[in-house]
């Protein structure tokens, strides 16, 4: 990590839910880094906790019902303890946030322009005229075709596809140095995928901006993404550059995970034996000591797991929790002998 490019550190980051009278944790302890001109993918499956994480660094909770702790800091301020007012200047000019779902995260009673207006209103000074050249240049920017149609035309007249660019070119209207995605093409079709994902590269590349991108869709993570955090249980399990991470999955998770990708072309994933069985326990049923993802993985003798299972730098960069991943490895050369 260089520290100069560095734009968001979290460390420890924790974030528990009231239910019932009780904090259940949806994010334990995490500790991340993403630098400019990077793309850090969160991956892991539904309910692990990634959307909090990203809601947690916008300040996106009640404090009535949610605890949070830990720092993540951005522009040398922890996010965590700001003001809301504070966060308010920078949600939307420092740090912008692209939502799973396009139609609900836009106002269905206001054309297009007034919505990228809204921000830039916000956060800059600009003149009707400079706002209106703006949000053509925005338009054009995310790939729409004939901007100053769209400007006109409100969400329900366009596409799924037309709708993820219009909340990309509010995301990047002040230009972020900080992007945060949270399943920006779940719902889209897969060539639109493709073109929006190419849309987030160029204004990577054009802002030099850091993304983290969350999403469950790992063929989307060996596209996009320099570096692979995978959480389960609201723990990251492993992390790494994406080559580390699918080239050399270690933690049994992340190996179920990319044996669930369609073109699983990697070798050392091809034994069927080592499917994973179950889902994500909800928050309230989740263990709350030992390796949370045991009960899923049977093969893996009790003992192999830690009580309390940290990370381990497996190589400069890649870190995996708990040592059960040996064990795997121990009982895969035993298969391989016989
Ligand atoms: N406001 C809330 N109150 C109580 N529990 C919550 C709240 N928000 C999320 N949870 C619980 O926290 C856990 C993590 O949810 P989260 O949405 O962060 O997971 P996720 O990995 O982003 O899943 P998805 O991909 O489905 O969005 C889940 O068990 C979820 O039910």
Known sequence: MNEENEL???????????????????????????EKDEILAIVGESGCGKSTLATTIMGLHD????????????????????????????????????FQDPLSALNPLKRI???????????TGMSSEEKHARVIELLNQVGILEPQRTAHQFPHELSGGMRQRVIIAIAIACKPDLIIADEPTTALDVTIQAQI??????????????????THDLGVVAETADEVAVMYAGEIVERGTTAQVFGDPKHPYTRSLLRSMPQGDMDVLHDDLYVIAGSVPSIEKMPQTGDKFAPR??????????????????????????TCYQDFYFQRLEDVDQ
């Not at 322009?113 to 956060?123: F, M, N």
């Not at 994902?197 to 969350?214: C, M």
């Open 297 to 322: 993985i049977p093969w893996i003798k009790a003992s192999a797991h830690e009580e309390e299972p940290t990370m381990h730098e497996v190589a400069p960069g890649h870190q995996v929790r708990c």
């Open 113 to 123: 322009e007034d919505q990228i207006s809204e921000v830039l209103d916000y956060h």
């Open 8 to 34: 968001l550190k979290l460390t420890d980051v924790s974030t528990a839910f009231k239910i019932d009278g009780q904090y259940y944790p949806a994010v334990s302890h995490v500790d991340l880094e993403v």
């Open 197 to 214: 994902l190419d849309v987030l590269r160029d204004i990577q590349a054009e802002n030099h901006a850091g993304i983290i991108l969350i």
């Open 63 to 98: 404090p009535q019902t949610t605890q949070i702790s830990g720092q993540a800091v951005f522009a040398g301020q922890n996010l965590l303890e700001m003001k809301e007012e504070d966060l308010n200047d920078i949600r939307g000019a420092k740090i912008g946030m692209i």
